[in-house]
């Protein structure tokens, strides 16, 4: 185990020493990680962490996007407690409760307020649906309440930049466009604020599965002053894909909360839509008419047979 951490302290100090310019990018944050590992280990704690980490690797650690460039789940899952969850008092009558029982998920369903807030909008958003836990975004520790929340594990709290390189690691793949795109921000460089970030288009807890008032449009909005009349291509494309979302949410709150968003009959055309208008968005550029126009009408035509599909039902 010393020799691991000699190597692993020379490596943190030749990154953290090199001169700016010949740092690979991104390391910044890197070596401000790695720095305060050093000092972890020079506290002595670093043996214990370490084994500890080795033999039981957070279930942060298994994120990854697969060959496919689809994302996949975090590999390792928490402990599961053995008790399924329970719903505390007032917890609204048949809203699902989060799938994987983490320890993170039990007590924060009793935490209270914006604690348990968000364990009630994690519930039944696209991850909780992967089997996704807490832990796979804020990290810390799912063996053992007492260091759930300790930074040894990975816990990373509410730190905004480092969610953001978390939803990156297992979202590459939709990154690229982002960042070739007028939006792009460089947190190796700063803390952007000027241009919107992941969880400002997609929420943090309620991922795919917006609230019913939320519009991508306003959004927009929010920072492009006649957003409509600047860009009326994108903005007809944003609309026609909040008119989707709307159509989608009726469509679960009627079904009750399945497991699937869309019938499986109409789930490749929405997910490839959804692709495109992704590839479209993240990259912030005007389209022609004739480009937005196509898109549209997919979008409208795929909404139009969802909601025939809803009336038909009994
Ligand atoms: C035994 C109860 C308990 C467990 C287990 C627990 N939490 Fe918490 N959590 C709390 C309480 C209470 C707070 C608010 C006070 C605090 O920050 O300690 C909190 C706060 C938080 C916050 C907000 C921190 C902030 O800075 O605002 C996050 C994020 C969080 N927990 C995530 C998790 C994750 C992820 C896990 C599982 C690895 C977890 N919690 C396990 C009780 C718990
Ligand atoms: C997809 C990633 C993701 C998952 C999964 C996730 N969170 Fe969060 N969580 C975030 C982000 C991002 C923030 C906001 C950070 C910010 O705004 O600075 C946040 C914020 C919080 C906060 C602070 C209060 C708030 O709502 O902003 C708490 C508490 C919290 N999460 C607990 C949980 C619990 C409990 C779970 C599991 C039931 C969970 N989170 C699952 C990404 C996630
Ligand atoms: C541990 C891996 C992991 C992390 C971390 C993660 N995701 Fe995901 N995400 C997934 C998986 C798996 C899916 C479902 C399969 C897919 O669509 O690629 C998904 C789906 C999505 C979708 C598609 C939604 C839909 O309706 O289909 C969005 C948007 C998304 N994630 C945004 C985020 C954001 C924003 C963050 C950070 C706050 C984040 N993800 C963090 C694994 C992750
Ligand atoms: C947090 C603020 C913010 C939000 C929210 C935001 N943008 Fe932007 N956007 C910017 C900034 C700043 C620029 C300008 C970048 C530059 O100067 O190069 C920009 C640039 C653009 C451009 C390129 C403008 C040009 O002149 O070529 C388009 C198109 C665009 N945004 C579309 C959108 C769309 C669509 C949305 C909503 C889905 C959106 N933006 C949301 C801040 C924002
Ligand atoms: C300016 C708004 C905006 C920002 C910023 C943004 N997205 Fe998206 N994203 C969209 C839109 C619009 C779509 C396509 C329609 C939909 O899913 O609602 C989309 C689609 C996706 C999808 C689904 C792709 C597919 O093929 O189904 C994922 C995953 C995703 N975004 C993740 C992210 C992640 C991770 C970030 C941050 C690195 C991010 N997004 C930043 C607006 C945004």
Redesign the pocket.
């Known amino acids: 185990m010393s020799v691991l951490l000699a190597t692993l302290a020379a490596a943190i100090l030749s990154v953290a020493l090199l001169p700016r310019s010949r740092r690979p990018t991104g390391s910044r944050p890197l070596a401000a990680i790695a720095l305060v590992t050093a000092l972890l280990c020079v506290a002595a704690t670093c043996d214990v962490w370490l084994s500890t980490a080795l033999a039981d690797p957070p279930a942060s650690d298994g994120a990854s996007a697969s060959a496919d460039g689809k994302?996949k789940p975090a590999a390792e899952k928490p402990a599961a407690d053995a008790a399924p969850l329970e719903a505390p008092k007032n917890w609204p009558a048949g809203h699902p409760l989060p799938k994987v029982a983490s320890n993170c998920a039990r007590c924060h369903l009793t935490a209270g307020r914006e604690l348990t807030l968000a364990a009630k909008d994690f519930a039944h958003s696209v991850h909780d649906l992967q089997e996704m836990s807490c832990s796979d975004c804020h990290g810390g520790n799912t063996h053992d309440d007492v260091e759930a929340h300790e930074p040894e594990f990975g816990f990373i709290g509410t730190k905004l930049s480092a969610h953001?390189n978390k939803?990156?690691e297992?979202?590459a793949?939709?990154?690229e466009p982002?960042d070739a795109g007028p939006?792009h921000w460089d947190f190796s460089k700063r803390i952007n604020t000027k241009?919107?970030?992941?969880?400002?288009?997609?929420g943090n807890h309620d991922v795919?599965n917006p609230p019913e008032d939320f519009t991508?449009n306003s959004?927009?909005a929010d920072c492009h002053r006649q957003f409509e009349t600047r860009f009326p291509n994108i903005a007809s494309v944003?609309t026609e894909?909040d008119k989707l979302?709307t159509t989608i949410g009726t469509l679960r709150a009627k079904l009750g909360t399945t497991d699937h968003r869309v019938p499986p009959e109409f789930a490749d055309e929405v997910?490839a839509l959804?692709?495109d208008?992704?590839k479209l968005?993240?990259a912030?550029r005007e389209p022609s008419a004739a480009e937005a126009a196509a898109l549209n009408e997919r979008a409208a035509k795929v909404r139009e047979a969802l909601t025939a599909w809803l009336k038909a039902q009994k």
């Open positions: 994302s953001l939803c990156r297992c979202h793949d939709v990154a982002l939006h241009y919107p970030s992941c969880v400002d288009c997609h795919g991508l959004v927009c944003v894909n979302w997910a959804r692709t208008t992704m968005v993240h912030s």
